[in-house]
């Protein structure tokens, strides 16, 4: 199986660049942020706060939650048997799925999902710890990065497009914030591998990013892109 995998702070492009990439070359595409987001959300609907750092842990064997794809491929999020794949995107669960993903315990509860994955399918798997914790021995690691500026910019895009009504400032300080938290943290903090590629997109159009990410996984795996460019 081949595992590439792409790790990055919010906003640097991951999930789109990583979706094209998987699409060009037929592999499947792991967001694992969509997994933290799961619980993130799952300890709002079970009323557990997010400082009481027990009650969290202690919720994690009651959930059930699971991964799938649907025909067109798209990976789906389900909570307790419900489809949250929308309601995991809104602004407030990124910032609990922030708080949640820095609890160890949260993150080991999630390992084997996630190296699952890697072991019966051709994965790109996106995240902040794919290739220093997750899948050590991947084919290919990337580390995409971005102005924080950019970064902002294109999450504020992506909400006005949505209909979400949000003033920059306030999406860059949470993007400031997030990235502090993510990095910070004892467990798996945001780092590149050590044998990571380093990938700046600031200023680099999607298609320019999704190029250069797919000459990288087709020089180091040796495959070609089934659907399209290289
Ligand atoms: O990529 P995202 O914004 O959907 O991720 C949501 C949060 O989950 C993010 O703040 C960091 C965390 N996360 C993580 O700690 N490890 C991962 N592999 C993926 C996401």
Known sequence: MISIAIDGPSGAGKSTISRK????FGFIYVD???IYRTIGLASKTHNVSLY???????????????????????????LDGKDVSRDI??????????????????????IDMQRDMAEKYDVIMDGRD?????????????FLTADVSDRARRRYEELCAKGMDK??????????QRDEQD????????????????????????EQSVAEVCRLISDRTGKKSVNGHE
């Not at 064997?61 to 025909?71: R, T, V």
């Not at 798996?188 to 159009?205: F, I, R």
């Open 167 to 176: 003033p920059f400032g306030e999406v860059l300080a949470e993007m400031k």
């Open 183 to 206: 990095t910070e943290r004892a467990a798996a903090p945001l780092k590149p591998a050590e044998d990571a590629v380093m990938l700046d997109t600031s200023g680099n159009t999607l």
């Open 52 to 78: 009481n750092k027990k009650a969290v842990i202690e919720m994690l064997p009651k959930l059930k939650i699971e991964l799938k794809y649907n025909d067109a491929g798209e990976q789906h999020m389900y």
């Open 32 to 34: 694992t942020g969509a």
């Open 89 to 110: 995107r809104l602004p407030e669960v990124s910032m609990l799925a922030s708080k949640v993903s820095a609890i160890p315990e949260v993150r080991a509860f999630l």
């Open 130 to 142: 794919i290739g220093t914790v997750i899948l050590p021995n991947a084919d290919l690691k990337i």
């Open 21 to 24: 990439a998987a699409e060009m």
